[in-house]
């Protein structure tokens, strides 16, 4: 077998997308004759209008990033006591609830879309219990229906950290009309961004209303302070950079079509690699691609293969280990307890998040797949 030499330099698991620096010359002009830097500005309010109709939901807000988004989701909706959510999540998740004051109450995730599994819900559900926060990880979407239903049934809120799920349309409708609120994050490691930003969006006017008071201070009027707000907003250049952007979403999600295409070629007959799960009647926004190691049937474990491949220059991640029910602040909770957990538990040693943007180019894919197969025994 040929020697594989390692990458020339280093290939991360993204790279944000770069729009043309003329483009945004160009908007920062308009700023600058605008006089018009933050708080609400024009850049802002075509930005909303914008996403809401490229998101296809009734009604959308922006925010500085998508964790101050969901801590302020939380708020407008007064959720207190317990909160059941997934312990397979970036942090951000479960540190909402808790500058919300609230308990993560975490609950196991499906084997197959590894996001919180609907069947297990029920049973965590105590009179503390106020709403679920589910997260379609990896762009994946959860059981909407499923967990609507039990929601209805106790009288629970529903909010989606849909950080991953930018684009996402389940049946022609967009992700984000699903649950109470749902949060996009517009990161720059995202597959659209605002170098950092986010959205929540929703259904209700009202609501609407609170959550802009709540991301500016409060403030009604010169005169009125309504509620304690925090400071949420996206300021004007970041606005105009995302409305730069939206043209440049649908290439890099076609080029990523395209990349995922190579990774399943490469790697669906390889014994002890799972690829990605397909999703019937979903549009899908190609941002992760993730895997899962099998130790025994691969012969090498999940963490063997991060830590060669960095050797290659291949600096994959292991997206989500380890597990927020792990985290020094939470796994003192009952429900952090890993025989509460075993699917959360068992996933998080073999995941690995594979290089994915456009500017990969076929044949890194197909070298990446070749580096990673002959770690195989
Ligand atoms: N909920 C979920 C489920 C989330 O995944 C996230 C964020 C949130 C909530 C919170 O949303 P935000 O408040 O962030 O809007 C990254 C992102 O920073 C984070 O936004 C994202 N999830 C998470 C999954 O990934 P890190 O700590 O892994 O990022 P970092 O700096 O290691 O970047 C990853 C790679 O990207 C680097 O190895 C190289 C490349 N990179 C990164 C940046 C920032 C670049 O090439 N250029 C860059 O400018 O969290």
């Given at each position: 077998m040929t020697k594989i030499e390692p990458f020339a330099e280093r290939i991360y698991v993204t790279r944000p997308v770069f729009p043309k620096i003329e483009e945004v010359t160009e908007k920062l002009q308009d700023i600058w004759n605008s006089k018009w830097l933050t708080n609400n500005g024009p850049q802002h309010s075509m930005l909303e209008r914008e996403l809401t109709d490229f998101l296809r939901v009734p009604y959308l807000s922006l925010f500085n990033n998508g964790t101050i988004a969901l801590i302020v989701a939380c708020q407008s909706l007064r959720l207190s006591g317990e909160v059941i959510t997934t312990p397979f999540t970036f942090a951000a998740t479960p540190h909402v609830l808790s500058w919300n004051n609230i308990t993560p109450i975490f609950c196991d995730i499906d084997a197959e879309t590894m996001n919180i599994d609907a069947n297990k819900i029920e049973?965590?559900?105590t009179p503390h219990t106020t709403a679920i926060l589910a997260v379609h990880v990896f762009g994946i979407p959860c059981d909407v229906e499923k967990i609507q239903?039990?929601?209805d049934r106790y009288g629970l809120r529903v909010i989606y950290d849909a950080a991953h799920a930018f684009g996402v349309e389940i049946g022609g409708k967009g992700i984000g009309n699903f649950g109470d609120i749902s949060m996009f994050s517009f990161h720059a490691t995202k597959l659209?961004?605002?170098?950092?930003?986010?959205?929540?969006v929703h259904g209700d006017k009202n609501l609407k209303q609170r959550i802009?008071?709540?991301?500016?201070f409060g403030i009604k009027n010169e005169e009125e302070v309504v509620m304690p707000g925090i400071n949420g907003k996206l300021d004007e250049i970041r606005a105009a950079i995302g409305?730069?952007?939206l043209n440049?979403?649908?290439?890099?999600?076609?080029?990523r079509i395209f990349l995922h295409k190579i990774y399943n070629e490469e790697l669906s007959d390889v014994e002890g690699i799972k690829i990605m799960p397909t999703c019937a009647g979903v549009k899908l926004n190609y941002q992760y691609y993730v895997i899962r190691i099998d130790e025994k049937t691969f012969g090498r474990s999940r963490d063997f293969v991060y830590d060669e491949f960095r050797k290659f220059n291949v600096?994959?991640?292991?997206y989500f280990h380890p597990l927020c029910s792990d985290f020094t602040c939470y796994r003192q909770l009952n429900s952090s307890n890993p025989a509460n957990l075993p699917v959360a538990n068992e996933i998080g040693q073999q995941v690995l998040s594979m290089p994915m943007y456009g500017g990969l180019k076929e044949d890194d894919v197909r070298k990446i797949c070749a580096i990673l197969k002959s770690f195989r025994r």
């Open positions: 049973s965590m559900i239903e039990i929601a659209y961004h605002t170098v950092e930003g986010g959205a929540l802009d008071l709540l991301k500016n409305r730069i952007m440049y979403v649908e290439d890099e999600r076609q080029k600096f994959a991640r292991k």
